[in-house]
Structure formats: C-alpha cells, structure tokens
C-alpha cells in the first residue's frame, strides 16, 4: 500500500473497519513477541477496565493510581514484544520504548505530561492533587493508555485481514439495508403524494 495513502487511512474513520494501523504494528512483532506480550497486555487491560469504572470524584486517586498501574505492563508488553527483559524488576526504562515508535505512530500531546505524573515515587500524589487537575490527568492518562495498548497489537496479520473483511461486509450490509429502507421510504412518499395533493 502506498505510504500516504496508509497515513490517510490510518487517520480516517475508514480505519475502523479496515484495521491499517492494527495491520502494520503486527507486522512489527514476531510470534514469539506476541506470546511474550499477551500476559502482560491481559494485566494492563484488566486494571484499566478497573479504572474505566471509576468515574466519581471521591474515587479519582484510586482510578488514577490504576491508571498508573495499567501504564506498566502496557509499555512492557510493548518492551518484551520488541525482545526487551521480561523480568518485572528489570531496570529497563519501559517508557523508552515509546521513542522506537514515534516516526511512525501519531504520539498523544499528553504523553509527556502522563510520564511525568506516573514515574513520580510519591504514594500519596495523587490524594493531594486538586479535583480538577485529577480529573484533566485522568483524563490524559485514559488517552495515553488507549495508545498505549493500541501499539501492543498481540493479533497475527492474518486474522486482522480476517477481521477486516467481516468488518467490511457488515458494513456493507447495514449501507445496503439503509439505501433499501431510503428506497422504500421514497416510494411510499410518492404513492401517497397523488392524494395528498387531491
């Protein structure tokens, strides 16, 4: 596929039913890279999932904390995948693995703001945060993490191909449905004008 035509692609609603993006970053892994990946990316989505459902504001230091918990095993997934130290004390700045990607991956603006929050030591940064500020990190956070488990395709090419047809055909039969039901909407409107107008 021509390049700009895939950056276009990537960047468009189209890219929900055919998946470019999620295509390329399983080009990027290796079999064994995936397996290596999917016990990590399994325990950044469970604490995210977690942290999703915390929506009120007496619980936003917890969410947040999730958040960060999440943010861990996202970027080692990514840094396993890429043959990284699977080891969860390894010294490996995880956060790094971002940099490999960014010629090629459109890098949320609150990715910074994000790293710089969650690598703090402070226990308690986040009970002492303002309700306000809490709530414009969390929302950051969300967004780096969807990024974050986006790269982490642990999905073989073939069976994005796979899903991207059944994607592209459901989608094709729901146009279909509408253009038959604006048809016949159409018709009725035009059987019934000759009496109106009487």
């Known amino acids: 596929m021509n390049a700009s035509l895939q950056q276009r692609l990537e960047g468009s609603p189209l890219d929900a039913v055919l998946q470019v993006a999620a295509f390329r970053r399983a080009q990027g892994f290796s079999n064994d890279g995936r397996a290596r990946m999917r ?3 399994t325990a950044a989505r469970r604490r995210y999932r977690i942290a999703r459902e915390l929506r009120s504001d007496d619980r936003l230091a917890v969410a947040l904390s999730l958040l960060q918990e999440a943010t861990h095993p996202a970027l080692r997934a990514l840094d396993v995948a890429h043959g990284g130290d699977a080891r969860p004390e390894s010294e490996t700045d995880a956060w790094a693995i971002v940099e490999r990607v960014r010629d090629q991956e459109i890098v949320p603006a609150a990715f910074e703001r994000v790293r710089a929050a969650f690598e703090r030591a402070d226990a308690l940064r986040f009970d002492s945060l ?6 414009a990190l969390r929302d950051d956070a969300e967004q780096v993490l969807t990024f974050l488990l986006a790269l982490a395709e642990p999905r073989e090419p073939r069976q994005i191909r796979r899903s991207r047809w059944m994607r592209a055909v459901f ?7 509408v253009l038959m039901a604006f048809i016949a909407y159409a018709a009725v409107l035009r059987s019934i004008a000759p009496h109106g107008g009487g």
């Open 130 to 135: 303002p309700v306000e500020e809490a709530r």
């Open 39 to 41: 016990p990590w990316l």
């Open 171 to 177: 989608a094709g039969l729901v146009l279909l449905v």
